[in-house]
């Protein structure tokens, strides 16, 4: 199966009001090891704020949502449906050659 054929499920997620460096590390390094393809992480601006979506495989939202909480204490994931499409302004493709790598992080 292609990823882009692959059925995801949309996460809603609710930062806490401070986040350390290590704990997005962490958080980083659980997307790229352990949520399969694609991963897609949408941030979308507006006057009242900035709304955080994480679209993931479905086979793999339970244990995801429940990995990325223990991660980072505060974080709430909600399931929740295909976030409002809007214009966009950026657009970004990231993609790791091989999950051996582990992901580094320049203090």
Known sequence: MSWR???VSWLSLTWPRTVELEQ???????????AGAPVIIQASG???GVDHHLAVPASR???LSDQ?????P?????PTSNPDCQPLDRALRLS???RRRSLHVDD
């Open 74 to 78: 505060g974080l709430m994931v909600t």
């Open 61 to 63: 939202t339970g244990m």
């Open 46 to 48: 507006s006057g009242s």
């Open 96 to 98: 790791l050659s091989t």
């Open 68 to 72: 990325l909480r223990a991660a980072l």
């Open 24 to 34: 997005l590390s962490v958080i980083c390094r659980l997307l790229a090891a352990s």
């Open 5 to 7: 054929t692959t059925n």
